[in-house]
């Protein structure tokens, strides 16, 4: 876990607020991606990219955009939070040599109020 | 629809005896598969997956997961539970649907309970 990073682990802000978490990676990967976990929903793909200049929506992008500042870096912003983007948020990485097995970090506690 | 399914929400099981988490998966190529486990306020760690080869395949923690193409499984498994593997416990396919994007489909999780 200590290779992906994300901050804030917590974070607690209102309604309309425009958010940002960050991913850092030291791998070494290509590939990004962010996802949010809900409660019997299992893991749900927002955003991914290939290099930073490829970013592609996944399942459930409205709401939210993306920036790929350099190869080990991923931010996931909210633009207007609303309160059911409350969630558990989670970075992975991976390489296109790995079989798709992905790394996750530690994820960001949101809770949008 | 390529898909993964979790029958059980949660499972629960006495320490010492056997443990199964079940899996099922629906995809249109070769199943790649994974296990995940996510401990309390963790992320997701790689217990084991599948490429191909033998049906057996062990990982981390002394867990193995069991492939049946017949059966469209991937049963994760370990014979001896302990109290620290009281987890949540995630199963996930390759995404085939656009290519070799790397994308993972993830089941809807399994907590697992180990009682003394």
């Known amino acids: 876990d200590a290779d992906v990073t994300q901050t804030p682990r917590n974070r607690i802000t209102k309604t309309g607020k425009r958010i940002m978490l960050e991913c850092s990676q030291t791998?070494?990967?290509?590939?990004m991606y962010w996802y949010r976990q809900d409660p019997g929903l299992g893991l749900r793909l927002i955003y991914y990219?290939?290099?930073?200049?490829?970013?592609n929506k996944g399942e459930i992008s409205d709401g939210y955009s993306v920036s790929r500042q350099a190869q080990a870096k991923f931010s996931l912003s909210l633009e207007s939070a609303i309160p059911n983007q409350t969630a558990l948020y989670f970075c992975?990485?991976?390489?296109?040599?790995?079989?798709?097995?992905?790394?996750f970090g530690p994820g960001t506690r949101l809770t949008v109020l | 629809a390529q898909s993964v399914a979790q029958p059980e929400d949660q499972v629960n099981v006495a320490e010492g005896n056997p443990l199964t988490v079940k899996c099922t998966y629906s995809?249109?190529?070769?199943?790649?598969l994974f296990w995940y486990v996510q401990y309390p306020n963790r992320g997701l760690q790689f217990l084991l997956k599948?490429?191909?080869?033998?049906?057996l395949v062990k990982g981390s923690y002394g867990f193995e997961a069991e492939f049946n193409k017949s059966q469209t499984s991937f049963h994760l498994k370990k014979p001896s539970a302990l109290v620290s593997d009281s987890a949540l416990y995630f199963c996930?396919?390759?995404?085939?649907?656009?290519?070799?994007?790397?994308?993972?489909?993830f089941g809807q999780g399994t907590t697992l309970q180990v009682k003394p």
């Open positions: 996930a396919v390759r995404d085939y649907g656009t290519g070799n994007t790397g994308k993972l489909i």
């Open positions: 791998k070494g990967h290509d590939r």
């Open positions: 599948y490429i191909t080869g033998d049906n």
């Open positions: 990219s290939f290099d930073v200049k490829d970013i």
């Open positions: 992975a990485t991976t390489d296109s040599s790995s079989y798709n097995e992905q790394f």
């Open positions: 995809v249109s190529g070769n199943p790649y």
